[in-house]
């Protein structure tokens, strides 16, 4: 068998500025601020493959 590995790194938000929103182009109201903070996610896939079956005068 032979070992596939595939390992994946995500990041969101790395500044960890906040999202603002406003009503108004030209005044710039306030409707609403979110602060969601920095995320960091790892992950991991491994897969398996095993050995095709070799047919009848085959090597």
Request: net charge positive.
């Amino acid at each position: 068998m032979t070992p596939s590995l595939k390992i994946i790194a995500e990041k969101i938000n790395l500044t960890d500025k906040a999202i603002d929103q406003y009503t108004d182009i030209t005044t710039q109201r306030p409707l609403s601020r979110t602060k969601s903070d920095r995320t960091f996610t790892v992950g991991a896939t491994c897969e398996f493959y095993g050995q095709k079956k070799r047919s009848k005068g085959q090597r």
